[in-house]
């Protein structure tokens, strides 16, 4: 089963059991978190839109800094330099699972 989720305005395509780096989530190592989702295929049956009944339930892994990124300014001759830099925080997280709820109608 394959869903696509919405973490933090980007969207991922998830399978269960799979780790994967996102941005940074509110919560602790251990934490359980529900995913939005828009997008489920289930046994070649495709839902989307109104009709997800799909849950994707994940678990924090850690929260991780990413590597350095510098923003450098110069303007020749004048003296003018700027040197700014920083580190995105992300959070790893493990799907634990893909349920598909049945619809009682």
């Known amino acids: 089963m394959i869903a696509v989720v919405k973490i933090a305005g980007q969207q ?18 251990g934490d359980k978190v529900d995913l939005e989702v828009l997008m489920a295929d289930a046994d070649g049956k495709l839902s989307l839109g109104t009709d997800i009944k799909t849950k994707v339930k994940a678990e924090i892994l850690e929260h991780v800094k990413g590597d350095k990124v510098i923003a450098y300014k110069q303007k020749r001759r004048k003296g003018f330099r700027k040197k700014k830099g920083h580190r995105t925080l992300y959070t790893q997280i493990k799907i634990n699972s893909i349920t598909n709820k049945k619809s009682e109608a």
């Open 12 to 29: 991922y395509k998830v399978e269960k059991d799979q780790t994967l780096y996102v941005p940074h989530i509110e919560g602790s190592a």
